[in-house]
């Protein structure tokens, strides 16, 4: 009960986490594109009031707006002339979340295919994986560790087609992507009734991890 509790918790903050980071990052973006040179301070900051995720600061010939939703990680710089109009814009960006977790998930999905791969192949690892009932899978499951092989090369080839690649089109790797979500979030239940503790100490942070750069990465497509 205590693992479920402590996994759901995670995997709410990390929603919540992603949400916030990714709104406030798209209105940082979109309000620094619509500052242009010569426009009065006022009307910039008349502009940034319209933020709902954002904070600004103005101190003499400079202005730069934030958010601490996604820990800072991006901010527009505003330089005035005369302290009255905008002279020049400048937009910065230290952490994308989005390519973060297009990487970080198309990493751990390698690592779970490799993993599927070598159940396929026979290796004694059933313990960690199909509710650990068996350490050498029959045939059945191997079969099916082959497929799931073959379903997680789709997910990282999907993750990949939103920034990397152009296999699959954008638009469509996008609804791939919150389907392996979907599919991931499921994965998190099914190891939560495990009755193994190989699998449920190993799957559950697996699930999650998965889960969370998958939902991210649709979230910030769409």
């Given at each position: ?14 929603i919540?986490?992603s ?11 979109i ?23 954002l ?7 400079k ?10 990680s ?29 990487l ?8 779970l ?44 080839l ?65």
């Amino acid at each position: 009960m205590k693992t479920n509790i402590i996994t759901l918790i995670i995997v709410l903050a990390g929603i919540a986490g992603s949400i916030f980071w990714i709104e406030a990052e798209k209105e940082i973006e979109i309000l620094c594109g619509l500052i242009q040179p010569g426009q009065s301070i006022e009307k910039v900051i008349g502009l940034l009031e319209t933020g709902e995720h954002l904070e600004y600061k103005l101190e003499g010939r400079k202005l730069r707006f934030y958010s601490i939703k996604n820990l800072y990680s991006i901010s527009c710089g505003v330089d005035l002339q005369n302290t009255t109009e905008v002279a020049t814009v400048s937009f910065s960006e230290r952490i994308n979340l989005k390519i973060l977790t297009i990487l970080t998930g198309s990493i751990c999905t390698f690592l779970l295919m490799i993993f599927q791969i070598a159940l396929a192949s026979g290796k004694p690892l059933g313990e960690y994986a199909w509710g650990g009932f068996n350490k050498d899978l029959p045939d059945s499951l191997r079969k099916a560790s082959a497929v799931s092989a073959i379903i997680l090369l789709i997910g990282i080839l999907s993750l990949l087609s939103l920034n990397y690649i152009s296999l699959i089109p954008e638009g469509v790797s996008a609804y791939i992507v919150a389907g392996f979500a979907l599919m991931f979030m499921f994965s998190i239940l099914g190891n939560l009734l495990s009755v193994s503790k190989k699998e449920k100490m190993v799957m559950i942070p697996a699930s999650v991890v998965l889960f969370l750069c998958y939902f991210t990465a649709a979230y910030s497509a769409f």
